[in-house]
């Protein structure tokens, strides 16, 4: 440990290339990339990868403690739990940061990789990498929602809109999981399983929906206290699971792409639940397989589901 550094000075820690240890003493900021170019080399961790963005993520001190804000193509994980593209979110103490499925920085005490020159490589594209990843998907659909934007003020429906996605934004990181799109009415997050296939996150991912559905009247009593009158909100939640491509469509770090079945299937079922399917929360049989030793669920038969060949073999998830 170099002498100069003290143990209760906030730092990040992490390893090169050959495996020699590092430490960076957080006075302000720290800019994690592949090139980082123009930063001075005691503010930034270069990681000569080519997943790893040019400026892929920045970390520092605030008001409220130590924040990271992801910037890149290819992802930034904390505590192996994917960041939102763009998003922010405050560390604590051992929280472990990936770049690109790579290179893991740990918040404690470090120090500086150096610059690359000006005759480096690295710095010429960032390579975009398409990857399978088994997720289980949740969309939470708001019902009536076209009615009463029809006819209510636009700062209305951006309150109402806002307590609701607020929540549940909340709910989700809760659980550990990512918020990818809020889309018209509709709330759309994940769950990877670095793991493969396995039940804790789709648990979770169950969990979070029944903690959102649960905090729907206080949501009403919220928005009732801001002086809106509005009838309770009404949602769906539609649970899958299964096999993704996940990569980008545009040149934006927010353009995260998750391609796949599951995926387009969670938004059919949270249109339909409650409505054509009884019961608010329903999922597919590979989230069931997952999860049904845990929690109890609601066989529903194989159903047709508008836009798609054959039936799906869905359930319902009880909640008392």
């Given amino acids: 440990m170099p002498p100069e550094l003290s143990n209760s000075e906030t730092s990040l820690q992490w390893q090169d290339e050959q495996g020699v240890p590092h430490r960076l003493v957080l006075t302000d900021k720290i800019f994690l990339g592949r090139v980082c170019r123009g930063i001075e080399p005691d503010k930034c961790i270069i990681v000569r990868n080519p997943t790893v963005s040019r400026d892929h993520a920045v970390v520092r001190l605030t008001r409220d403690g130590v924040e990271i804000t992801d910037l890149s193509k290819n992802g930034t994980w904390v505590n192996d739990v994917r960041m939102a593209p763009g998003a922010s979110r405050q560390l604590a103490d051992g929280d472990c940061i990936s770049l690109g499925g790579t290179a893991i920085i740990r918040i404690s005490h470090p120090q500086a990789a150096p610059l690359p020159s000006a005759t480096d490589t690295w710095g010429e594209q960032t390579a975009i990498k398409p990857a399978a990843a088994f997720i289980t998907s949740l969309v939470a659909d708001v019902r009536g929602f076209t009615a009463f934007?029809?006819?209510?003020?636009?700062?209305?429906?951006?309150?109402?809109?806002?307590?609701?996605?607020?929540?549940?934004?909340?709910?989700?990181?809760?659980?550990?999981?990512?918020?990818?799109?809020?889309?018209?009415?509709?709330?759309?997050?994940?769950?990877?399983?670095?793991?493969g296939c396995a039940g804790d996150y789709a648990v979770s991912a169950c969990q979070a929906a029944i903690d959102q559905m649960r905090s729907v009247p206080e949501i009403h009593r919220q928005l009732i206290r801001r002086g809106l009158t509005v009838e309770p909100p009404r949602l769906g939640w539609g649970l899958t699971s299964g096999l993704i491509t996940l990569s980008h469509f545009g040149s934006r770090s927010a353009d995260l792409a998750l391609v796949g079945d599951c995926v387009n299937l969670a938004f059919r079922l949270s249109s339909m639940a409650s409505k054509t399917l009884p019961g608010p929360i329903v999922m597919c049989a590979q989230t069931a397989s997952l999860v049904s030793a845990r929690l109890p669920l609601v066989d529903l038969g194989n159903q047709s589901i508008r836009g798609r060949a054959g039936e799906e073999h869905l359930f319902g998830l009880q909640v008392t």
């Fill in 149 to 195: 934007s029809q006819h209510a003020e636009s700062a209305d429906v951006y309150t109402f809109i806002k307590a609701i996605f607020a929540r549940f934004t909340t709910i989700v990181n809760a659980h550990h999981g990512t918020v990818k799109d809020y889309i018209g009415d509709a709330v759309f997050a994940f769950w990877e399983h670095p793991d």
